[in-house]
């Protein structure tokens, strides 16, 4: 049904629940996986801070290579992405783009005490704006 799976994360180590289910549903030879990263753009024109979005985007590769590092070990296939803009327009913008593509997903665990809040993370955004199916997975409390 899927043969793309599109994992957008942070540079954080919470992103091991959906590498993890991005690596098994992408088993060798049954689908390709892009690591996606977005780094948000500041309301200043590009040209005055592009040396620190430079900084950003090395960064922000060298740390892909960590969080991929599992889908290199189990020999999957996959890409590594930089995109710069609005995090959730940027995942969305990319998965409309890719067909047969399923966006896993980070989330994190919702405190029944206090339902609403998270409301405007970014993985509700996505869900709700993605056109694209999406699997949203719940962090291992062990995961960082």
């Known amino acids: 049904m899927f043969d793309h799976f599109i994992v957008p994360v942070d540079l954080s180590d919470r992103n091991t629940a959906a ?3 991005a690596c098994e549903l992408a088993r060798p030879g049954k689908g390709f996986v892009t690591v996606l990263h977005v780094v948000e753009m500041l309301d200043l024109p590009y040209e005055e801070i592009s040396a620190f979005y430079d900084r950003l985007e090395a960064r922000a590769a060298a740390r892909l290579d960590e969080i991929s590092r599992p889908l290199a070990e189990a020999d999957v296939e996959f890409e590594q992405l930089v995109l710069f803009g609005d995090p959730a327009e940027e995942i969305v913008d990319f998965a409309a783009q890719a067909t047969k593509s399923l966006i896993v997903l980070q989330s994190h665990r919702v405190d029944p005490a206090q339902p609403t809040v ?15 199916p999406i699997l949203l997975v719940k962090s291992d409390p062990t995961d960082g």
Do not use: N, P, Q
């Open 19 to 21: 590498i993890r289910t």
């Open 118 to 132: 998270g409301w405007a993370t970014l993985s509700y955004k996505v869900a709700i704006l993605a056109e694209s």
